[in-house]
Each structure stands twice: as structure tokens, then as C-alpha cells.
């Protein structure tokens, strides 16, 4: 063995390995990686290989969902993962959410994930978006696929999750202050995640304030910029994150990459991130983030300049010609109170 290695073991041995996976801890002393795998978009054919891949690297974080289509060949890594010895099933932290044609059967949308998954519990569930469609659509056609979304009600199906020991915790995803604000003045069990689009373009300073306020931790979708979105959400000469030229001057100045950069500044202010990689070399870059990129003030002030409020996943896909639903009222920005009080 080499002296260099030797150096490192005894280093591990104190706990002392330079830039340890940094973790948000919740009230119950469970711990979730501040940076896991995202898998929308990751082929079935290929996320078994990634996920896998991923888990040999180190991470013990993965993001998935039903509607990613992919939970059965996820659940095929991590089964294979957790026989050979890899990892323990109690060392990764696996989130899933519910979809909208499923509030009014969440317990029954859950097992299949978990079945899918081949897990007895998952470590996070979330309400994937503040939207209700009928049971069996994936995405609507028209008005007559979509209903009015009970928060409250799919709030009470989420707590029984947790009381079914089938989930850990329980949060949601793409809520405005809002609709958090109505779950949080009536609730068994408390949302402790907000899974939302959060990149420097995208900052939403006044909806993460508020989450940390109430003791829940956000996880930042799309830190990258989702260059792999369907064309169909994709407006042509949008704005590219990561190619931005204050990105690209700050990962010069720092020493690192576009996606290093916009990944750590998530993390530094305590958000999770989950960038999606299928990629044998990416998947390694983006683990080794917390460790190896640092931004000082002055590259954290040239970043947090720069929000234009531009939102890749923007939601329009739900606002249907005379649904309940338009772009305004799913994000409540326009007169929200707490945004006006800061
Ligand atoms: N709750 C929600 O409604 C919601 C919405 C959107 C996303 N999410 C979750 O968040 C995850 C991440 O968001 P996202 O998938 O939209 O997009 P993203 O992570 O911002 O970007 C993914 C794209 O970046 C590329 N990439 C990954 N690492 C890179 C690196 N180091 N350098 C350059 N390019 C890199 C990927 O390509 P390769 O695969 O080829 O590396 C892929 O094309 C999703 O996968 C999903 O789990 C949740």
C-alpha cells in the first residue's frame, strides 16, 4: 500500500476525509445526501447502468418518480446493488412522488412504486405537482382530464403513507408559498421538503426563505438548465445556464466547470440538488462537487446576480383552455404576500 493511501485510510479512520458528502439533517436524526441522482428523462435502457454506476461512485441519494417511467429498472440497480454487496438498503436515500392522476389513491400509487422499486419503504414521498388529473392519465388532452386540486385532502392520503410505514417523510414539489401555507396551517405530519426549480436564472429567494423559515429544506430541479427536455418544452433561442458567460466566468475564476459551479451554489446555501446524468464521467464530476469546488463571496455575489426569472420547467403544460389551472395561479407569484413583505 502506498504512503498516500495509508494517509488517507487513518484520515478516514478520524473522520477527517476532506469534503464528506454534506447532508440536511431531519428532526428524526435521518440524514439525506445534499446531492443525489436525478432519473426524469434517463432511459429505461440506460438508468439501470447509471444508477448502478452511480452507487459504485458513492452517491446514496437517488431522485425518482413515477411518471419517469424508469422506477422498475431503478428498483433492478438498486436489487442488484444491495445482493452484491454494495450498499445497504439503509445507507441510500431514496425519494419517489406521487403522480396527479393519483391524489385520490396515494397509498395505492405508492406500493406500486415500491413495488417497482423493490423497497418495503421509500426515505421521501412528494406531491409532485399542486395539479389533479384523472386516474389513468398521465398527461391531459383537455379540460375534462383535469380537477380541481384538495391539497388538504391529498395532504391527510400523504400522512397515511407515513402512518402505513411505507414513507419516511413526506413533502411536496413545485408549491408556491401559498399552497405550503395552507398545509402548514392544518397538518398530522409536517411537510419537511419542497422539491422546485432553483438555478441562478431561477432563484426564488422569497419561496426559499420561507420553506427555511418553516423548517423545510428545499431541493433545487434542473441546477443544470434540463438541456434534455423534450423539444416540446423547449422554446427555441431560450437561454442556455450552462453556457452562460458569468457561469463560465466564475468557473474560470474558481477552477472548475459550468455544472461544478451551479451545483455548489446550490448546495453552499443549503439546498439538495439532483442533477440527472447518465454519463459514466459526469455522474463522477458532479459527485465530487461538494469536495473539490469552492465559491468565495465574490463568485457567490456574481451568481446570485444573475436571476432573470426564467423557469425551464414552466408549467404551461397544465394552463388548458378552460381548466381550473393557468400558469399564474399554480405559481402564486403575482400578490404574494410573503414576497411583498421582503
Ligand atoms: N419535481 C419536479 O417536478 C421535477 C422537475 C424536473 C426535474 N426533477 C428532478 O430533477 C432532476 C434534475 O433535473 P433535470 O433532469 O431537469 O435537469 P438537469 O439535471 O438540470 O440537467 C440534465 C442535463 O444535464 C446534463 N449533465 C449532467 N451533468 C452534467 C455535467 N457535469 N456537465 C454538463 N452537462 C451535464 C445531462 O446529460 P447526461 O445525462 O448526458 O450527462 C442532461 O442533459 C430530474 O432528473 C428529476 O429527478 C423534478
Redesign the pocket.
Known sequence: MLRSEIFVLVLAWLGLVVGEMPTHKFKNGDEMPLLGL????SEPDEVKTAVKEAIKLGYRHI?C?AIYGNEKEVGEALAESFNEGIVKREDMWITS?VWNDSHEQVSTALKKTLADLQLDYVDLYLI??PISLKNGVSFPQDKHDMFHFDGERTWKAMESTVDMGLARHIGV??FSTHKLGRILANYRIKPEVN?V?RHPYLQQQHLVQFCRMNGILVTN?????????PAAFKPEGEPVL?EDATVKEVAAAVGA?P?GVLLKWGIQQGSAV??????PE?LK??LEVPETVHLDDAAMEKLNAMDIHRRY?DGAFWALAGSAYTVETLWDEVGDPFQEEL
Do not use: C, F, M
Request: glycine share 8%; charged share 25%; no cysteine.
Open positions: 436525478g432519473t426524469w428523462k431522485d418518480a412522488k409532485h405537482w414539489s413545485n422539491q426549480e430541479y434542473s441546477s443544470l438548465g434540463s438541456g434534455d427536455r450552462l466547470t455544472a439532483i442533477p440527472k446524468s447518465v454519463n459526469r464530476q458532479n420547467v
